[in-house]
């Protein structure tokens, strides 16, 4: 059993890769006591990120075994710290990426910790305490109620997980660009890749009233983008006469107000 710090008492079952073979295994660690700022969250619902994928493959080098991943995280407050005034024993509520931040430079100081530079993940990273964290593949976690977001009675637990990581994620872009106010016009907007992140940015496109161009390798997702997510059109990516508008071969892009590209780049034959 992982022992860590001496504050860390509570004996928690999760899932763990204990090295780069993609396998991940049963595992029992050690999670801190409930501090003062503390919640402690039932854990009852954890999405898939591809970045678990990528931590568990150890394929972006930076990976400490034992490692649980999971960073998007639902479940029910079962302990409250005594400084705790947002939250409840019995509250909805969900963890995305962060665990810990500075609190005290210009990005903590204005709600976009996620670019403080002393940053801290939910899993892989290192509190403030010296302990590694681990995440949401397990039955239980303690959480900074900074980090702790409630999810709406009317939302349920397992479709509110992906929200916290994937959702974030395509909603920022969004609405820093101004698409998600009531009286926005409708825009044409193009997204790049309908994975985990696409599939929520038509979704979220489309509940704005927006038009929504899917471009994609695969030919087999028009009829889901269409069908079950609303897509209004599908473009596929290695077809180059769909990726021009063929009268005047201009490349069809320049007719969308925003594109959120979900892939990488060299996945498209037309940034080729
Ligand atoms: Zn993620
Ligand atoms: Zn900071």
């Not at 962060?98 to 430079?105: D, E, G, P």
């Not at 005047?248 to 990488?264: N, Q």
Request: include cysteine.
């Amino acid at each position: 059993m992982a022992q860590t710090t001496p504050n860390h008492t509570q004996t928690v079952s999760g899932w763990a890769a204990h090295d780069s073979s993609g396998k991940i295994t049963p595992y029992v660690f050690k999670r801190r006591e409930n501090g003062i700022e503390d919640v402690t969250i039932q854990i009852l619902y954890c999405g898939m990120c591809h970045t678990d994928i990528h931590f568990v493959k150890n394929e972006w080098g930076i990976t400490m075994y034992p490692v649980v991943p999971g960073h998007e995280i639902t479940g029910i407050i079962t302990k409250v710290g005594s400084n705790v005034t947002k939250f409840k024993i019995g509250d909805r509520v969900g963890v995305g990426c962060l665990a810990a931040t500075c609190l005290k430079c210009e990005y903590c100081q204005n709600s976009q910790e996620n670019y403080c530079d002393q940053v801290q993940l939910t899993y892989n990273g290192i509190f403030w305490d010296g302990s590694i964290t681990y995440g949401g593949y397990s039955q239980m976690l303690v959480a900074d109620q900074r980090y702790v977001v409630s999810i709406p009675d009317g939302l349920p637990m397992e479709v509110a997980a992906p929200l916290l990581c994937a959702g974030i994620t395509v909603y920022t872009p969004m609405k820093d660009e101004g698409l998600l106010e009531k009286d926005s016009a409708r825009k044409r907007i193009g997204v790049l890749g309908m994975g985990g992140l696409g599939h929520l940015a038509v979704k979220f496109a489309k509940a704005f009233g927006h038009h929504v161009t899917v471009v994609s390798t695969s030919p087999s997702k028009e009829k889901e983008a269409r069908e079950r997510f609303g897509a209004d059109d599908f473009v596929l990516s290695t077809d180059l006469t769909q990726m021009q508008v063929s009268s005047l071969l201009t490349p069809f892009f320049l007719f969308l107000s925003l594109v959120l590209v979900t892939v990488m780049f060299e996945y498209f034959a037309w940034f080729n």
